[in-house]
């Protein structure tokens, strides 16, 4: 949905674990103490030592990469070029969907489409050859995306979620052969999750609450960026805290020659859009209100009797959030009232924050750069949960890679059209190779695994404190009575 976001966060590099701040003032002096724990627990983790033992030579993993590798050249790039050229919208991606899985039956997973009432949702459990008893772990899981975003000429890859799907599939299939063949204990399942660019429904969310993620010890994913970073370890999101919310404003029909007998929905909408411009100059700066109109008459010689605005309302967190979102609805009140006209207010989705660890966010900055990765920003970004919606990142530890893919920003003609080229094809094998190291590493150390659960726990501690601070620190002025 856009890889920039704020959140609070601690700087984990490869050669320290140094706490920073929030984004915005309120949270750097609400959350101090939250700070000062998180740093506390994360130089506690020597992230330094566990990268240098993780990366070091190791005969095993590098065979699990060069499979990964072979997979990308001989199969996995055609494949996402595939879907590149051939792009469908969220829950639309009947020939994406049909490709990625046909794909996976040839490498021995079980595909099972029509996930949690998403007919474009997919599941596929690897079929191992040589059978591990009872339910032994660790279970591995992988994210693919595959939808492509809404334009004005119509559907396209400006986020290159066309090779998402074999970059996670080209290291699935290579560390599932691993196992299989050394007899080595584990599971890896992929799933295909739609409509990563849109909502309703909110794919991930509706999957985590059906249980499609159950059992996982350790999800990952990657995603197109125009510089390779990872996310510092604490809570946050790739693009705010965010509420869809669509306002359906209805009036009465009239000829415009006599428009007084009739109710003009779409002076609504445009007084709605005119109020929230009213609003700005106090809110928080943070504050980020997109809308637009998705509806507005049939004809201009008819008052529009109905009209649609659909609107993000994003917020760094989610406490303020909801403060914003209340001045929206009651701009969209006062917008009816004002015309004559009445609004039904659908809030049809949200997004929230996530946990990111450097326990993997650290080792795989470590291998995307020991594989080729370009355009290095040294620095950890924000915090940010591996998947949009929070709901997934904020139960089950993982990590999205990010290698360089393009020179363009997200959501661009440009990133599609170099998903084709070399500096695409560059990125999206990094993130293959490094994703295969990373699945290595979870697969085949125990004790990596439980320091990963204990990073990851204990910053999800603290998320509940976060918020109580937030909201001591967020106080509504009094507004008396008018007399």
Same mark, same amino acid.
């Given at each position: ?22 984004? !915005? ?76 899985? $046909? =794909? ?15 007919? $474009? ?6 079929? =191992? ?35 998402? %799907? ?61 510089? /390779? ?7 946050? /999101? ?48 943070? +504050? ?17 009797? =109905? ?14 959030? =909801? ?7 009651? +701009? ?8 004559? !006209? ?11 924050? %996530? ?18 990765? $370009? ?29 360089? !893919? ?5 959501? $661009?003609?440009?990133?599609? +059209? ?25 697969? !085949? ?39």
């Amino acid at each position: 949905m856009s890889k920039t976001g704020p959140k609070l966060f601690l700087l984990a590099c490869a050669i320290s674990c140094a706490a920073y701040a929030q984004d !915005t003032p309120t949270e750097r002096q609400a959350a101090k103490g939250v700070i000062e724990k998180l740093n506390t627990l994360e130089q506690s983790l020597d992230i330094k030592g566990l990268v240098a033992k993780l990366t070091a030579p190791n005969k095993e993993r590098d065979k699990v990469v060069a499979r990964a590798k072979q997979l990308m050249d001989t199969d996995m790039i055609a494949l996402g070029d595939q879907i590149t050229r051939d792009p469908e919208i969220g829950f639309k991606e009947d020939h994406a969907v049909h490709t990625l899985t $046909t =794909r996976l039956k040839q490498y021995g997973f079980e595909p099972e489409i029509g996930i949690a009432d998403l007919r $474009t949702a997919f599941i596929a459990k690897y079929k =191992r050859k040589t059978p591990i008893a009872g339910d032994a772990g660790p279970h591995l899981g992988v994210i693919l995306e595959y939808d492509a975003l809404r334009g004005t000429k119509g559907a396209f890859h400006g986020d290159q979620h066309s090779t998402q %799907g074999p970059i996670g599939m080209a290291a699935a299939i290579a560390i599932a052969e691993y196992l299989d063949q050394n007899k080595l204990p584990g599971t890896v399942t992929v799933f295909g999750t739609p409509g990563e660019e849109m909502m309703p429904p909110v794919a991930k969310t509706d999957m985590f609450k059906a249980g499609v993620f159950n059992g996982i010890d350790v999800m990952m994913r990657s995603h197109a960026v125009s510089a /390779t970073v990872r996310p510092a370890a604490g809570f946050g /999101t790739c693009c705010l805290n965010i509420d869809g919310v669509r306002y359906t404003f209805s009036g009465a029909p009239a000829h415009q020659m006599t428009p007084w007998a009739g109710r003009n929905a779409l002076e609504a909408v445009i007084h709605l859009f005119n109020n929230i411009d009213s609003i700005r100059g106090f809110i928080r700066p943070e +504050a980020r209100i997109q809308g637009i109109i998705s509806e507005g008459g049939a004809a201009p010689n008819v008052v529009p009797d =109905r009209a649609v605005a659909d609107f993000y309302v994003r917020y760094p967190d989610e406490v303020y959030l =909801r403060q914003v979102k209340k001045f929206v609805d009651d +701009a969209a009140k006062a917008a009816a009232l004002s015309t004559g !006209t009445k609004v039904k207010i659908d809030n049809y989705g949200e997004l929230r924050d %996530g946990i990111s660890v450097a326990t993997l966010a650290e080792p795989a900055f470590a291998y995307m750069k020991m594989y080729g990765a $370009t355009n290095i920003l040294e620095e950890p970004g924000k915090p940010q949960g591996y998947d949009e919606t929070g709901t997934v990142s904020s139960a089950i530890p993982g990590i999205g890679f990010e290698a360089q !893919t393009s020179t363009a920003a997200n959501h $661009t003609y440009q990133m599609e +059209a170099e998903a084709l080229t070399d500096i695409g094809h560059k990125g999206f094998m990094t993130d293959a190779q490094s994703m295969a190291a990373l699945l290595f590493d979870v697969a !085949t150390r125990p004790d990596y695994l439980q320091l990963v659960k204990k990073e990851f726990a204990g910053i999800k501690g603290l998320f509940s404190e976060y918020q109580a601070d937030l909201e001591k620190a967020y106080t509504e002025p009094v507004v008396p009575e008018p007399k």
